[in-house]
């Protein structure tokens, strides 16, 4: 079955303390990329990737840090982690054909 | 990207088909119109998407007027589970593969 999975679905933690996000998907995809929901603000998109060592910003990369040595897998890095940072965090895959990009169910990251 | 506008809410019954209209007044000609769909605090789903011709899948149609300055998306037979954030976008080549959220509508189905 064609996945984007994201661990941890929970977390919360505390100010300051490095996190990791994983994010992997079995289709192959060249394409990935995390975003963030805030209420009122949307989806908005922090990081992406357009293959193996290829990153760039999105539009929210302020305190995110992300990797992609691998094609299946782009963990979302939080080094000090924020309150403001609180937030719902989707990763999304997709190939380069502008056809549908497949999302993640969700990490729901709480900092306190 | 051009912008696009939703109403915030819509209420179906069930069984009834759902019409969820879209206004991209400013897509230009290489630009797409997708469809996505967020139950609850889920992922976000895919849809459908479109260029200028009609589009149908086995979960629901894209109706793009011949001007491409709105689009409808019906889905035939709306149940319980289709209850959900409904976002159309619209996405042009070259750009970095990024979808554009806005606030989407708000589909709830009644029994």
């Known amino acids: 079955e064609a996945q984007v999975t994201q661990n941890p679905r929970y977390l919360i933690t505390v100010t300051g303390k490095k996190l990791t996000v994983t994010c992997s998907q079995n289709m192959n995809h060249e394409y990935m990329s995390w975003y963030r929901q805030d209420p009122g603000l949307g989806l908005r998109q922090i990081y992406y990737?357009?293959?193996?060592?290829?990153?760039d910003k999105g539009d929210v990369p302020e305190g995110y840090k992300v990797s992609r040595k691998e094609k299946r897998n782009f963990p979302l890095i939080l080094e000090s982690p924020s309150p403001n940072q609180t937030s719902l965090y989707f990763c999304a895959s997709s190939d380069f054909t502008y056809t549908e990009a497949f999302f993640g169910q969700g990490t729901r990251l709480t900092v306190v | 990207d051009a912008k696009t506008t939703q109403p915030p809410s819509m209420d179906c019954a069930e069984g009834r088909a759902a019409n969820l209209p879209c206004n991209h007044s400013t897509i230009s000609g290489n630009e797409y119109v997708y469809w996505y769909r967020q139950i609850h605090s889920q992922g976000p789903q895919y849809i459908i998407h479109?260029?200028?011709n009609n589009e149908t899948n086995e979960m629901a149609s894209l109706i793009i007027t011949e001007d491409r300055k709105s689009s409808t998306l019906i889905l035939p037979h709306a149940t319980l589970r289709d209850t959900a954030v409904y976002y159309c976008?619209?996405?042009?080549?070259?750009?970095?593969?990024?979808?554009?959220f806005g606030k989407g509508t708000l589909l709830t189905v009644n029994p």
């Open positions: 479109g260029l200028k």
């Open positions: 990737s357009m293959n193996v060592e290829v990153t």
């Open positions: 976008i619209v996405r042009g080549l070259g750009s970095n593969y990024k979808l554009t």
